[in-house]
């Protein structure tokens, strides 16, 4: 006997409540992610095409010369990198799709992606690197252990962390026999099966009624 199970791959998004301190924290990662973002930019207008390997050095070399980048979330700053090139790649490949482009820092909203080993769920808040919680609203449950997380900032100010998941696919139940349907004006639909039959309710009559009612009035 063989079982095989289905999985998919999901995002469940929720509420997050930071402080004053958390905020600014991940505000603080954001300017360093993006100043990454715009340098991969740069490289790429000056025609040289940033690949996974030039920005992973290009992300050592930084965190080298800059003690402002060490200061943050390295876990952060390589999936800024790795979202840049994935955006790069797709502009490739799909037609009409265009270069990633410079996000500014009055119009970009926040965002930062962290992998497994950059974050944890942990008594119901979330963990990301040196310290910093969140507490998560809670709407539902988590199907499975998250793989990554995305943290971001909507334009009303709302922080929300996306954990991508893998959910068991529930396999439809069969159906059971056919049904034939016959659309017409006196009823609706009329069915081979009775129960499913949908009688006119009388809208045909009262937007007739209505429409008369407004050619009287224009003229």
């Known amino acids: ?9 999901v995002r469940y998004t929720y509420r997050l409540r930071p402080g004053a301190p ?4 991940l505000l ?11 340098e991969a930019v740069h490289q790429q207008r000056t025609g040289r095409k940033p690949t996974r390997a030039k920005l992973g050095k290009l992300l050592t070399d930084a965190r ?3 003690a402002w980048l060490r200061e943050g979330w390295q876990n ?5 990198l790795n979202t840049y090139a994935v955006a790069l790649d797709q502009s490739f490949k799909v037609k009409g799709r265009g270069r990633p482009t410079v ?6 909203r926040p965002s930062l992606d962290f992998t497994r080993n950059g974050f944890a769920v942990v008594d119901g808040r979330l963990r990301l690197p040196k310290g910093t919680t969140i507490p998560v609203v809670w709407s539902r449950e988590l199907p499975s252990e998250p793989t990554s997380v995305r943290v971001y900032r909507d334009t009303l100010g709302h922080w929300y962390a996306s954990f991508v998941v893998r959910r068991d696919v529930e396999p439809a139940t069969a159906a059971q026999g056919r049904i034939g349907v016959d659309w017409g004006i006196a009823t609706p639909a009329t069915t081979t099966d009775p129960a499913y039959d949908l009688p006119y309710a009388g809208h ?12 009287r009035k224009m003229a």
């Open 64 to 66: 080298k010369r800059s």
């Open 28 to 38: 603080d990662e954001w300017h360093r992610c993006r100043f990454l973002w715009n």
């Open 204 to 215: 045909r009559r009262r937007c007739a009624a209505e429409l008369a009612k407004a050619q």
């Open 76 to 80: 952060a700053q390589a999936g800024v």
């Open 103 to 108: 996000k500014r820092k009055d119009r970009a």
């Open 1 to 9: 006997c063989i079982v095989i199970i289905v999985e998919e791959v």
């Open 22 to 25: 958390a905020e600014r924290a």
